[in-house]
Structures are given as structure tokens and as C-alpha cells.
């Protein structure tokens, strides 16, 4: 006789998750050569920060020794902080910028 197909329940409103993908930070270390203008320059450029956001994130990092930046997907991490860090070398200084996942 006539068949019917199998129907699963409509899915409600209540039951949707928007998946989010995991955070990475971008953390920048200090180092005793680097000059501080130049740190302001890299934060300002990369991490588009403003004058006063990226004064306070180098003097952290200065003074503590590592200081987060922001955090972003792994790839845009990743590639900021690369970025960064080759500015830092282009101009002959040790600046280094790292990853790590958020918790
Ligand atoms: N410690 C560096 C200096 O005294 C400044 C600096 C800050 C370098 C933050 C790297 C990161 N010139």
C-alpha cells in the first residue's frame, strides 16, 4: 500500500548552537633592546591598537615581562604574530611575539 516517509521532529529554535571556534592569544615578551617608540609602532601597525592601548600593552610586557594582546582565531594569530615579529627583525631587533590557546 502507500508508503509514508520516516519524519524526523522539526528542530526548534531552542535547540540551535552556534559552534564558536577556540581563541588564541597573541602574548608579547619582553626584552632588554628593543626600543620601547618601536614596540608602540609594531602594536599600533599589526594589532591595530591605538597610541594609549599599545603604550599600556608594551609597558606591561616591560615591566612583567609578557603581556596578551588580543585574541583571534589560530590562522590570524598566528600570521599577526609573525608579522610582528619580522618587523621587530627587519629592523635588527629581538622582538617576539608568541601564541597560546585560550582555556
Ligand atoms: N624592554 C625594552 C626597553 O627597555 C622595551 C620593550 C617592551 C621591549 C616590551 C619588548 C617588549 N627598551
Known amino acids: 500500500g ?4 520516516p519524519r524526523t521532529r522539526t528542530r526548534q529554535k531552542s535547540d540551535t548552537k552556534v559552534a564558536r571556534p577556540p581563541l588564541w592569544k ?3 615578551l619582553n ?4 626600543p620601547r617608540e618601536f614596540v608602540v609602532q609594531v602594536l599600533k601597525a599589526v594589532f591595530r591598537l591605538n597610541e594609549s592601548q599599545a ?3 608594551m609597558m606591561t610586557a616591560h615591566q612583567k615581562g609578557a603581556c596578551v594582546i588580543a ?3 589560530r590562522d590570524v594569530a598566528e600570521t599577526k604574530a609573525k608579522e ?3 618587523l621587530g ?9 608568541t601564541t597560546e590557546r585560550e582555556e
Open 2 to 5: 502507500t508508503t509514508t516517509k
Open 84 to 86: 610582528a615579529t619580522d
Open 71 to 73: 585574541v583571534y582565531t
Open 55 to 57: 603604550y599600556r600593552v
Open 89 to 97: 627583525k627587519m629592523n635588527g631587533y629581538p622582538l617576539y611575539f
Open 26 to 28: 597573541v602574548i608579547l
Open 31 to 34: 626584552d632588554d633592546y628593543t
